[in-house]
Antibody
Framework: EVQLVESGGVVVQPGGSLRLSCAAS????????MHWVRQAPGKGLEWVSL????????YYADSVKGRFTISRDNSKNSLYLQMNSLRAEDTALYYC??????????????WGQGTLVTVSS | QSALTQPASVSGSPGQSITISCTGT?????????VSWYQQHPGKAPKLMIY???NRPSGVSNRFSGSKSGNTASLTISGLQAEDEADYYC??????????FGTGTKVTVL
């Protein structure tokens, strides 16, 4: 059974930093690209970042480019999101998601339950 | 990276069919057959319903179907049931090798 368990979400002050983690199990982690997707309270889904299976390619939404860094450790089956220069508008539930297995793979087949980041003074 | 455009809400009576639209550009929806749809119940993580425009993952009811024409993709729910009441989001791969989500649609079963 595929499991994705996010952690690291806390209350942090504006301008602060935070690292989120996602522990993966139930599939061959280093076969798949992985995403971070966020959802502000009462709002819609926003794609944040993607990392290739080997970590060699990374992509970011314009809203986080230059502030967030996605990474992975395939030896630990873990995905990370380093978040710097945090702003109030970064307050959201952060999900990690696994790229798809069938067809193109360009979709999120499995999602974690999310970890809540609150940016507030 | 503008969000794809969806209607804010769609409603229907049990047994009816409804369709949710998802409009993008030639750089996302129109340029690739990589549109996916997600269902989200309150307080829950999103669930994949359709991938690659019209494919259903194992376990998803065949009452859900997807299609695309030009820059607009659509999700149709036939035989609407109370359990279908949820938020629905489309998503597309883009020419920047990123993903983009739709604005979301709240489906209400009357």
């Amino acid at each position: 059974e595929v499991q994705l368990v996010e952690s690291g979400g806390v209350v942090v002050q504006p301008g602060g930093s935070l690292r989120l983690s996602c522990a993966a199990s139930g599939f061959t982690f280093d076969d798949y690209a992985m995403h971070w997707v966020r959802q502000a309270p009462g709002k819609g889904l926003e794609w944040v970042s993607l990392i290739s299976w080997d970590g060699g390619s990374t992509y970011y939404a314009d809203s986080v480019k230059g502030r967030f860094t996605i990474s992975r450790d395939n030896s630990k089956n873990s995905l990370y999101l380093q978040m710097n220069s945090l702003r109030a508008e970064d307050t959201a539930l952060y999900y990690c998601a696994k790229r798809g297995t069938e067809g193109s793979g360009y979709y999120s087949e499995y999602w974690g339950q999310g970890t809540l980041v609150t940016v507030s003074s | 990276q503008s969000a794809l455009t969806q209607p804010a809400s769609v409603s229907g009576s049990p047994g009816q069919s409804i369709t949710i639209s998802c409009t993008g550009t030639s750089s996302d929806v129109g340029g690739y057959n990589y549109v996916s749809w997600y269902q989200q119940h309150p307080g829950k993580a999103p669930k994949l319903m359709i991938y690659d425009v019209s494919n259903r993952p194992s376990g998803v009811s065949n009452r859900f179907s997807g299609s695309k024409s030009g820059n607009t993709a659509s999700l149709t729910i036939s035989g609407l049931q109370a359990e279908d009441e949820a938020d629905y989001y489309c998503s597309s791969y883009t020419s920047s090798s990123t993903d983009v989500f739709g604005t979301g649609t709240k489906v209400t079963v009357l």
